[in-house]
């Protein structure tokens, strides 16, 4: 990664169930970022068209029209509305790491996802990646990543990875991201909550109670230091009187966004309960003293007794069959019959196997 690189988090409300204006309201933030001579923004979790904080506190019928209005608003990769983000990262010279609902790009689908879209500074999209495992009540909105999920993308500015949310308590997934080897890891949240006792106690964050009682803040803090990894952690905000009625059962976008250095200390932030975009220079040398220390990938990994096995296909609804290659005896037959050169065959055969 180069040595030093200013990078922010946008920590901005989207404009809620409204995917134009959400588009809008990140372009106009991307070209300020770019403005401030940042050369990489991250978002938060499905910032656009914001997070579903209705899910699991309605009936299965509003639910339902909710859902309707959720794909309307979803983002297709690519289509017009990644070109018009594109273009803010060409102007701004930025790389713009966007949380997104995606709707699926098989034809006639209607599933969604929660997706993590990165885009270029040269307004070109570098790849999406879509989340794991949707969490609890999550799982009646999106559908699950695979294993073309598992990856990184080569910027100039080094090689940028992102998890959204729960996917920060996944071990192996963890581990598989510093395999690909990370450098600057973008860590996506709906917002930030205080849980007293266990998760099922969360409530959105209030000023005055104490931060660390949010899984977030140690989450990154020892992703950074696992990973040797600088963090962006960009946390939903959106006030309460713009937060719909129907989502109150379950409204914790207080924000929290804040970048942490590869030790895991905070260089910025956290941030709460309103807009602003945080900005952090990121020293590379952070990196090296770290690795110094705990190489993840190196000295303090034990390859011998421990691996990583990443497993399974991408999803897709229809996978033509391969039939198996003749057999040389076979081949044999079939070239004399015709006049061909058995060797010449075979290479052919080769060929059009590495074709597909």
């Not at 608003?73 to 790491?97: C, F, M, Q, Y």
């Not at 500074?121 to 294993?147: I, Q, S, Y």
């Not at 890891?185 to 849980?195: I, P, Q, S, T």
């Amino acid at each position: 990664m180069l040595d030093r690189v200013k990078v922010a988090a946008a920590q901005v409300s989207p404009v809620f169930m409204d995917k134009e204006a959400s588009i809008d309201k990140a372009c106009r933030t991307i070209e300020e970022v770019g403005r401030a001579g940042a050369k990489l923004v991250v978002f938060s979790e499905t910032f656009i068209p914001g997070y579903p904080f209705w899910r699991g506190v309605q009936p299965v019928s509003r639910w339902s029209e909710l859902m309707v209005e959720y794909q309307k608003n979803a983002v297709v990769i690519p289509s017009g509305d990644t070109e018009v983000l594109g273009d803010a990262a060409r102007r701004a010279d930025a790389v713009a790491v966007v949380g997104c609902t995606e709707l699926g790009g098989y034809r006639g689908s209607g599933t969604l996802y929660n997706t993590v879209l990165f885009i270029g500074n040269d307004g070109k999209v570098l790849g999406r990646r879509r989340k794991m495992m949707p969490t609890h009540a999550e799982r009646t909105v999106w559908g699950m990543g695979d294993v073309s999920d598992v990856r990184t993308f080569e910027t100039p500015l080094g090689t940028l990875g992102g998890l959204v949310c729960y996917e920060h308590h996944m071990s192996l997934l963890k581990a598989a991201m510093a395999v690909l080897g990370e450098e600057i890891h973008c860590a996506l949240w709906d917002g930030w909550w205080v849980m007293p006792r266990h998760p099922g106690a969360k409530r959105r964050y209030r000023e005055g109670e104490d931060p660390r009682l949010c899984d977030i803040d140690y989450a990154v803090k020892e992703y950074a230091f696992e990973t040797q990894t600088f963090v962006v952690s960009s946390g939903q905000y959106i006030p309460d009187d713009a937060m719909p009625e129907e989502c109150q059962g379950f409204n914790i976008a207080a924000g929290g966004s804040f970048i942490v250095n590869p030790a895991g200390v905070s260089l910025v932030g956290p941030v709460f309960d309103r807009e602003e975009i945080l900005y952090a220079e990121l020293d590379a040398d952070d990196r090296r003293h770290t690795k110094a220390y705990v190489d993840a990938l190196g000295h303090y990994a034990r390859w011998d007794v421990l691996g990583l096995d990443l497993k399974g296909e991408p999803q897709v609804p229809l996978r033509a069959t391969r039939r198996p290659r003749p057999t040389r005896e076979r081949l044999k037959v079939v070239a004399e019959k015709h006049g061909v050169d058995l060797d010449r065959l075979e290479a052919i055969l080769g060929e059009l196997d590495e074709s597909g």
